[in-house]
């Protein structure tokens, strides 16, 4: 019975570490270098 | 026009805004949803009593239901129709670009993926690609939904497999992997976007078959990761709020290796029912560049449809700056 117990537990540990790790947030955002602008009439033909 | 959700009732309207349009026969399942968009748009639109009648006499059928679009396709191109598919499922994709041969033979056009994503997307795509002499990779990537059953298919997509394009053949790859982070246009900024099953490849792929390598990937939430493989606990919303595109494309001209990315931002129903109805409005006018079955990149010339889309209000976008590219090669 201890055994099944651990088990489960080790299972419920180890699946709380893989989700956290699945879920993690990422190191610093890279900011973008440059800026979006609208695509205007001579650029559309 | 075969199902008026947040999708079907938008193309409708835009195609009655855009003219000479006849009449607008429109076939959707929920009879109360049916009255109020017939209701709305007027005199020339009318309720279909089913899809035999929604596709007799007509010049093209806009398919704008979930999932499931190759029999209402078949339906349409015996009644001698051609056919706008609005559908963001591999499987449906695959489906009905294998009518190619059928469409060929009767003249007719099949769009496949004539939406937001794919649509908007491949338009993008074809038109960043005519700044190279060779197209080596394209890189697509998308965040939000339209209609519930946008949302359902972004839910489903997370599950996987995403299918990629690599040197000619094709790599089943896990859904959710692959983070990257993809900067949209503003408002969105920048999101982290994941493989999943999404149909752009599939479509890309027959526009530009000598590509190196083609992939698509999708915003998400850590919500709509860890719930990827349960049902969705709640229902999906009406209609979603601004969706994005970016869609970066590697190339050479001459020995010059160089990136164009292009983008857009709007409410994801929103843009597809303009594209779908000019799709519908070209493929009648025979605008379209071929018969067949195929998507807008291989059958619409980008720069005018972009500039007819940019006058519905549904407008592309430029990223000029240092590090534009998202992806390693």
């Known amino acids: 019975m201890r055994a099944i117990r651990r088990g489960v537990l080790a299972l419920v540990l180890a699946g709380i570490a893989g989700a956290a790790v699945r879920l993690r947030r990422g190191g610093p955002v890279p900011l973008q270098q440059g800026g979006w602008r609208e695509l205007t009439g001579p650029e559309l033909k | ?329």
């Open chain 2, 1 to 329: 026009m075969v199902g008026a959700g947040a999708v079907g009732a938008r193309a409708a309207r835009q195609l009655l805004f855009l003219g000479e349009t006849e009449r607008v026969a429109i076939l959707d399942s929920h009879r109360g949803r049916l009255e109020a968009v017939v209701a709305s748009l007027g005199p020339p639109a009318t309720a279909a009593a089913d899809l035999r009648d929604a596709v007799r006499e007509a010049d093209v059928v806009i398919i704008a239901t979930p999932a499931g679009h190759r029999g209402a396709a078949e339906a349409a191109i015996d009644a001698g129709a051609s056919v706008v598919s609005v559908s963001d499922d591999v499987d449906d994709v695959r489906a009905l670009l294998g009518m190619d041969a059928e469409a060929r033979e009767r003249n007719r056009h099949i769009v496949v993926g004539a939406g937001f994503a794919p649509g908007l997307s491949c338009l993008l795509a074809a038109h960043a690609a005519r700044s190279f002499e060779e197209v080596v990779e394209i890189h697509v990537a998308k965040v939000g939904t339209g209609g519930p059953a946008c949302a359902r298919q972004h839910h489903v997509a997370l599950q996987g497999p995403a299918v990629e394009s690599a040197n000619g053949t094709w790599q089943r790859r896990r859904g959710q992997s692959g983070r990257a982070l993809i900067w949209f246009p503003d408002p969105i900024g920048g999101v982290d976007c994941y493989r999943a099953a999404l149909p752009e490849p599939v479509i890309l792929a027959e526009a530009f078959p000598n590509a190196a390598r083609i992939t698509a990937r999708v915003g998400a939430n850590r919500r709509d990761r860890l719930t990827a493989h349960l049902p969705m606990l709640r229902r999906p919303h009406p209609e979603g709020t601004l969706g994005a595109l970016r869609v970066e494309v590697r190339g050479r001209q001459g020995q010059v290796q160089a990136d164009r990315v292009l983008g857009a931002v709007d409410r994801p129903a929103v843009a597809a029912g303009a594209v779908a109805a000019m799709a519908a409005r070209w493929a009648a006018d025979g605008r379209l560049t071929r018969t067949g079955a195929a998507g807008l990149a291989s059958l619409a010339d980008p720069g005018p449809f972009l500039a007819a889309l940019a006058d519905r209000g549904v407008k592309a976008a430029i990223f000029e700056g240092a590090g534009a590219s998202a992806h390693q090669a």
